[in-house]
């Protein structure tokens, strides 16, 4: 695993952006695995800004999603289908037919999450997914004490996680669906390169349980210390307590 410290969001988002656009003028079509929350936002801030200056073309990009809400419409703006169209896709001037992600508005649900999973297989796998990090450990919607062998499934979220997230349904936890579809930690290992962005200090006994802890399930991010080719990226409050 390798960390780099930067010394706030911005610079993490330059750095992260930078990486995809050197793979995508590697290889233009390109899956890259998409993160929401509010911490991967300077990164699809930054790529953006490099598409629209002709640094890098995102036309043949692939979109990927990590994660998603049972039972919130599609078009919900807090579905985080309608979030990446918002956040990633549009800015980037990529269509939905180049989009793919879990449906969880499937009746079921269980058979909506196999087949993304296989989906994601059939379309050659991830080249690079983004990962944001809960305050408990937490990537994709895989909280602690998941397998770290675990595949596309649906989840019970935690009152931790539910409390982080009312501030995207008008602060009221109510609004806050229970369950999540979320890609494994196994499919999640399965990607080319993982990229961990984490900053604030309100992440950094996260970081430290995933960079210096042992590898547990009670710590879902540190299974990033099994894939060989990982990037931590922190600012210096995340890095905190390294
Ligand atoms: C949600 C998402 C995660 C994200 C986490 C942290 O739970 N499912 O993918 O990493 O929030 O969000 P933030 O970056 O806003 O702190």
Redesign the pocket.
């Known amino acids: 695993m390798e960390v780099v410290i930067v010394p706030d969001a911005a610079a993490g988002g330059e750095l992260i952006a930078e990486a995809m656009a050197q793979l995508l003028r590697r290889k233009p079509d390109a899956l890259l695995g998409v993160?929401?929350?509010?911490?991967?936002l300077p990164v699809y801030q930054a790529l953006t800004a490099k598409v629209r200056s002709g640094a890098v073309d995102a036309s043949r990009a692939r979109i990927a999603q990590?994660?998603e809400y049972v039972g919130l419409p599609a078009d919900h703006p807090e579905s985080y289908r309608s979030v990446l169209r918002r956040e990633v896709l549009e800015p980037l001037g990529i269509g939905m037919d180049a989009f793919m992600g879990p449906d969880g508005t499937a009746q079921d649900v269980q058979a909506a999450c196999e087949a993304y999973d296989r989906a994601l297989t059939e379309a050659g796998g991830v080249d690079l997914q983004l990962?944001?990090?809960?305050t408990d450990g937490?990537?994709?919607?895989n909280e602690p004490c998941s397998s770290l062998a675990s595949r596309t499934r649906i989840k019970t979220l935690t009152e931790q996680?539910r409390i982080?997230?009312a501030r995207f349904f008008d602060g009221d936890i109510e609004q806050v669906p229970h369950h999540v579809i979320t890609q494994g930690i196994g499919t999640i290992l399965e990607a080319r390169h993982l990229v961990l962005l984490a900053t604030g200090e309100g992440k950094a006994d996260a970081v430290a349980a995933t960079v210096e802890g042992p590898v547990a399930a009670v710590c879902p991010a540190s299974a990033l210390q099994l894939h060989p080719h990982a990037t931590v990226v922190v600012d210096e409050a995340a890095a905190s307590k390294l």
Not at 131 to 134: D, N, P, Q
Not at 138 to 141: D, L, R, T
């Open positions: 993160a929401t929350g509010s911490t991967p990590l994660d990962l944001g990090i809960g937490h990537i994709g919607f996680t982080d997230n």
